[in-house]
C-alpha cells in the first residue's frame, strides 16, 4: 500500500460555511452540543425541549424536514429555510434537526465540515453508557460543577479527552483493523458493509499487498474518480494503527458521482450499496483484464473474491425434458422460511428464539432455494421437445463456490398490488460454520437420479472446498423506514460490534440474537489464515518492499 496521503482532498466547502467558520470560528459547534441527543441506534438530532414539537418561526407548521440557525436558534421549515437566510444576513448555516448535519440555507443543500463531524462524534462519547460509572463517573460530576463558572470551553476540552480516553482503551483491547467510522448523515448502510468487507481475508490481503497503488492508478488513468483508490485510502486508515473514528467522506463523495441514482442523504438498503460498490470496483478494475461477456473470467478483486456460478434446470412436466441455464452471481438472496412462523401480518414486533418451538434457519432457507419450484400456469415456458410451452418445474442450485459467500436475507417485502411494503422481523438460527455440499449441483443431480455414483457435472472435483467460516453478520433493527444497521465482525475469534463510530465487544449470543441480513462466510482455508494476528504486520512496506503474505494471495 503507499505510504503518501492521496493527492485529492474532501470537497471544498461552500462559500457560506467558509465564511461564517471565518467569522464565528467553532463557537456556534461548540454551543450546538448542548442541544444534541443522541438515540440508543446511535443517530444524533437537535433537541432543544425534549416536550416540545419544533416548528416552523415563520409559518408555525410542524410537518416536515426543520432546520436550527446556528446564529439566531430560531427554527424554520424547509420552505422558509431559504426566507430566513435572506431576511436576516450572515444566517445562511443551519442545523437539519432531525439528522444534526449542517445545512447551507442558500444552496439549499447539505454541506460537510470535518470540524463540526467532531464536535457531533464527541458529543456521542460524551452520552456513552460506560462514561456514567467509575473513574469517568467522577469526571462526569467534576466537569458538571466546572460548567456553572467556566462555561462551554471546559466541556469542548472534555469531549476530546474522553475521545482520547477512548482511543487509549481501544488500543489496548482490540485487535488490529478495528476502528469506528463516523456517520456521515444516514450512512450506517455503508459503514455496516464497509466494516464487512474490512475484514474480508482476500480483499484484505489485496489492499494491503499494494495490488491497487493509488498512486500509479492516477496516473495512468485521468479519470479522478476511482472507488478502488478510495478503498485504498480506507484500508490504510483502519490499519495504521490509529484508533480515532475515521470519516470516509471522500469514499462517499466517490459513490454518489458514480452512483447518481442513490445519492443523498436519504437512508440506502446495505444490500443495494454492497452490489454498487462491486459493480463499481469491477468497471475501474474489470476493463483492462481479459473476461467473458458475463464476468464469468473477469479477474477483478470483486470478482475474484465474491462471484460464484448458478446452476437452473427446467423441467418439462410432460415429456420430462430439462434445459438447463447458468448465471453468475456475487450473492445468493434467501426468502425465510415462515411455514413455521406465526400469522403476524404487518407487525413489527420481532420473533424472539425461544418463542416458537420451530424457528426459521438458514439451512431451511438454503434447502428453500435449491427445492424443486412448480412453475405456476401464468409462468408456462416454452419446450423444445414438445415445441409448445408447457408447465414445468425449475430447480435451482450452486454450480461453482465463491471464495467469500455473501448470503442475503429478503427481510424487505414489496407488494405491487397492495401497494405496500413492510419489513419481516422473524428470527432467523444461522450457523458460525457451514457446509454448502448438499446445495451443489452435482449434489443435486445426484439426488435427483437416485445417488448414482457418477459425475453428473463437467468439472465436478471432489477437493472442492464447500466449508466456511462466519466473519461478518450486517443485522438490521427498527422499522422499514427508519432502521439502523450495525455489524458483527469476527476477528481472531472474537466478536465486536461495529455501530458507526462505536467499536465494543460482544458476547458470540448477542450475534446470533441479531436480526441479520447479510451475512459473509469465507471457505475455511481463508478463515484460519486470517485468524491470525495482525498486529506484526508492517503498515507501510519498508524500502519499498512488497507485504508480506495474508491470508492467501488472490
Given at each position: 500500500m503507499s505510504k503518501q496521503n492521496p493527492s485529492y482532498t474532501n470537497p471544498e466547502p461552500c462559500k457560506h460555511l467558509a465564511a461564517y467558520k471565518h467569522k464565528h470560528g467553532l463557537n456556534g459547534f461548540k454551543t450546538l452540543q448542548n442541544c444534541l441527543k443522541t438515540t440508543p441506534y446511535g443517530r444524533t438530532s437537535v433537541s432543544k425541549h425534549e416536550s416540545e414539537t419544533p416548528r416552523c418561526s415563520l409559518c408555525f407548521g410542524y410537518q416536515g424536514r426543520f432546520y436550527f440557525c446556528l446564529i439566531c436558534s430560531s427554527i424554520a421549515c424547509s420552505g422558509h429555510a431559504n426566507e430566513h437566510s435572506q431576511s436576516n444576513r450572515g444566517h445562511e448555516i443551519a442545523v437539519d434537526v432531525e439528522r444534526a448535519e449542517l445545512y447551507c440555507c442558500v444552496c439549499c443543500d447539505q454541506v460537510y465540515d470535518p470540524d463540526f463531524d467532531r464536535a457531533v462524534v464527541s458529543k456521542q462519547f460524551m452520552d456513552m453508557p460506560g462514561n456514567v460509572n467509575g473513574a469517568e463517573g467522577v469526571v462526569e460530576g467534576s466537569n458538571k460543577k466546572r460548567r456553572l463558572g467556566l462555561g462551554l470551553e471546559l466541556e469542548w476540552k472534555r469531549s476530546k479527552r474522553?475521545?482520547?480516553?477512548?482511543?487509549?482503551?481501544?488500543?489496548?483491547?482490540f485487535p488490529l483493523g478495528l476502528r469506528g467510522l463516523n456517520n456521515l448523515g444516514s450512512t450506517c448502510?455503508?459503514?455496516?458493509?464497509?466494516?464487512?468487507?474490512?475484514?474480508?481475508?482476500?480483499?484484505?490481503?489485496?489492499?494491503?499487498?499494494?495490488?491497487h497503488n493509488r498512486q500509479s492508478c492516477r496516473k495512468k488513468s485521468a479519470d479522478r474518480l476511482c472507488l478502488p483508490c478510495d478503498i485504498d485510502v480506507i484500508f490504510s486508515a483502519v490499519f495504521s494503527g490509529d484508533r480515532t473514528p475515521y470519516s470516509p467522506a471522500q469514499f462517499l463523495y466517490s459513490w454518489w458521482q458514480l452512483s447518481e441514482n442513490l445519492a443523498g442523504y436519504e437512508q440506502q438498503d446495505a444490500h443495494e450499496f454492497f452490489i454498487s460498490m462491486l459493480d463499481q470496483i469491477h468497471e475501474k478494475e474489470g476493463k483492462s483484464k481479459h473476461q467473458n461477456k458475463d464476468n464469468r473470467d473477469c479477474q477483478c478483486i470483486?470478482?475474484?473474491?465474491?462471484?460464484?456460478?448458478?446452476?437452473?434446470?427446467v423441467t418439462c412436466t410432460t415429456c420430462g425434458f430439462t434445459s438447463t441455464t447458468y448465471d453468475p452471481y456475487v450473492d445468493i438472496s434467501l426468502n425465510l422460511d415462515?411455514?413455521?412462523?406465526?400469522?403476524?401480518?404487518?407487525?413489527?414486533?420481532?420473533?424472539?428464539?425461544?418463542?416458537?418451538?420451530?424457528?426459521?434457519?438458514?439451512?431451511?432457507?438454503?434447502?428453500?432455494?435449491?427445492?424443486?419450484?412448480?412453475?405456476?400456469?401464468?409462468?408456462?415456458?416454452?419446450?423444445?421437445?414438445?415445441?409448445e410451452r408447457r408447465n414445468s418445474v425449475k430447480q435451482m442450485s450452486i454450480r461453482r463456490l465463491p471464495v467469500v459467500l455473501c448470503l442475503h436475507i429478503k427481510r424487505f417485502e414489496h407488494s405491487p398490488i397492495r401497494k405496500m411494503s413492510r419489513k419481516i422481523d422473524q428470527y432467523l438460527q444461522f450457523p458460525f460454520s457451514l457446509d454448502m455440499t448438499p446445495y451443489l449441483s452435482s449434489t443435486i443431480l445426484r439426488n435427483r437420479f437416485g445417488n448414482r455414483i457418477f459425475a453428473f457435472e463437467e468439472g465436478d472435483e471432489s477437493d472442492t472446498c464447500t466449508e466456511y467460516e462466519i466473519f461478518a453478520v450486517v443485522t438490521h433493527s427498527g422499522m422499514l423506514d427508519s432502521g439502523h444497521y450495525v455489524t458483527y465482525v469476527r476477528v481472531?475469534?472474537?466478536?465486536?460490534?461495529?455501530?458507526d463510530a462505536c467499536i465494543t465487544e460482544v458476547d458470540e449470543g448477542v450475534v446470533r440474537a441479531s436480526q441479520c441480513y447479510l451475512m459473509y462466510y469465507v471457505q475455511k482455508g481463508f478463515h484460519y489464515k486470517a485468524s491470525e494476528d495482525l498486529s506484526c504486520f508492517p503498515m507501510s512496506p519498508p524500502g519499498g518492499e512488497s507485504y508480506l503474505q495474508i491470508a492467501g494471495c488472490c
Open positions: 474522553l475521545v482520547s480516553m477512548a482511543d487509549r482503551r481501544s488500543k489496548s483491547i448502510f455503508m459503514n455496516s458493509v464497509l466494516q464487512a468487507l474490512l475484514q474480508a481475508p482476500p480483499l484484505r490481503n489485496y489492499f494491503l499487498n499494494d495490488r470483486a470478482h475474484k473474491a465474491f462471484s460464484g456460478l448458478l446452476r437452473s434446470d415462515m411455514s413455521f412462523c406465526p400469522s403476524t401480518g404487518t407487525s413489527n414486533r420481532t420473533s424472539k428464539p425461544n418463542e416458537n418451538a420451530s424457528m426459521s434457519t438458514l439451512l431451511g432457507c438454503l434447502d428453500l432455494f435449491t427445492r424443486p419450484e412448480k412453475l405456476g400456469p401464468d409462468q408456462k415456458l416454452y419446450c423444445q421437445n414438445c415445441q481472531r475469534n472474537e466478536w465486536y460490534k461495529c455501530n
